[in-house]
């Protein structure tokens, strides 16, 4: 079994910034891709960014220059620090993963998700 624990989002002003981290746990081999992806109220779930196990990135057009992803993958986390935020940014992040398991082989799997709300 697969957990990805996510933690970090809250309330903050338009400009402000925050921090989400999340830890994947259990029964991995290893872990190719981590990232995050947003879905606001009615809308479709979007890249948010996502980095595999080499360092190479990918961000979304609306999150470039704004929003860093970064990796530690001695400790199986992903952190996504966002600088800048504006309401639109707000939405439920969600953790994703593609990694190898033990059992049962190669899998996607998602964090329960974390609210971000920027508004004034």
């Known amino acids: 079994q697969v957990q990805l624990a996510e933690s970090g989002g809250g309330l903050v002003q338009p400009g402000g910034s925050l921090r989400l981290s999340c830890a994947a746990s259990?029964?991995?081999?290893?872990?190719?891709?981590m990232g995050w992806y947003r879905q606001a109220p009615g809308k479709q779930r979007e890249l948010v960014a996502n980095i595999n196990s080499g360092g190479s990135i990918n961000y979304g057009d609306s999150v470039k220059g704004r929003f860093t992803i970064s990796r530690d993958n001695a400790k199986n986390m992903v952190f996504l620090q966002m600088n800048s935020l504006r309401p639109e940014d707000t939405a439920v992040y969600y953790c994703?993963?593609?990694?190898?398991?033990?059992?049962?082989?190669?899998?996607?799997?998602w964090g329960q998700g974390t609210q971000v709300t920027v508004s004034s």
């Open positions: 259990g029964t991995i081999v290893t872990i190719y891709n």
């Open positions: 994703n993963a593609v990694l190898y398991r033990i059992v049962g082989g190669r899998t996607e799997d």
